[in-house]
């Protein structure tokens, strides 16, 4: 069992541009989640899909993020038009349920110059 | 406010010393899971415990749900038990989990 995971690990773009990370859950995990953290807010939850279905994006900025998880082996995080303030540790984790242990993925670190 | 607290916020022992950190919330909780998180930055899940007390190996967790705190009990304590240690609850119903600053453990040799 490989774990989550993440890609990729490093990610640096100019402001403006757009950001794709990538989270392969571990393989029979109906529940993903997606987080943030930066030293200031620490880790923020962003957003939650069950069996591939969105459940709860209310951490998600309403702005320029986006989440999607077309099939069960893997989900995207979005961000267009990066800003420096985007710049943090992105972490996915997986479950077997809503409820039960999550396992985190190593995160994609996000630099916006 | 914030939502989970932790304390103390650092913590140095000596090699052997047992460490206690706590965990209070101010919402009702569904989940409670503590983590570690490594000064490489990843993060693994210790133990879930919504209620109740549970062991793994060297750490216990208790959880008394009505006052709404948990704590980790770590024995023995070890140089690689280093790093952060943060509980999460998930906030009843809600699917939103809620992250705790963090306890930075660091064991001296």
């Known amino acids: 069992n490989a774990g989550v995971i993440q890609t990729p690990r490093h990610k640096v773009t100019g402001k403006g541009q757009e950001a794709t990370l990538w989270c392969e859950p571990i393989s029979g995990h109906s529940a993903v989640f997606w987080y943030r953290q930066t030293i200031v807010q620490g880790l923020e939850f962003l957003t939650y899909?069950?069996?591939?279905?969105?459940?709860?994006d209310s951490g998600m900025p309403k702005e320029r993020f986006s989440a999607q998880m077309p099939n069960q082996s893997h989900s995207t995080l979005k961000i267009q038009s990066t800003q420096p303030q985007d710049s943090a540790v992105y972490l996915c984790?997986?479950?077997?349920?809503?409820?039960?242990?999550?396992?985190f993925g190593p995160g994609t670190r996000l630099l916006v110059l | 406010g914030q939502q989970v607290q932790q304390s103390p916020a650092s913590l140095v022992l000596q090699e052997g010393e047992n460490a206690e950190l706590q965990c209070n919330f101010s919402?009702?909780?569904?989940?409670l899971q503590w983590f570690y998180q490594s000064p490489g930055g990843s993060l693994v899940s210790l133990l879930s415990?919504?209620?109740g007390t549970k062991h793994t190996g060297r750490l216990t967790s208790t959880t008394v749900t009505k006052e709404r705190r948990s704590s980790l009990h770590i024995s023995s304590s070890q140089t690689t038990d280093s790093g952060t240690y943060l509980c999460?609850?998930?906030?009843?119903?809600?699917?939103?989990?809620?992250f705790g600053t963090g306890t930075r453990l660091q064991v001296l040799p």
């Open positions: 919402s009702t909780a569904t989940q």
């Open positions: 984790a997986s479950s077997s349920g809503q409820r039960d242990t999550q396992y």
């Open positions: 415990n919504p209620s």
């Open positions: 899909f069950r069996n591939q279905a969105p459940i709860d």
């Open positions: 999460a609850i998930e906030r009843s119903n809600t699917n939103k989990v809620v």
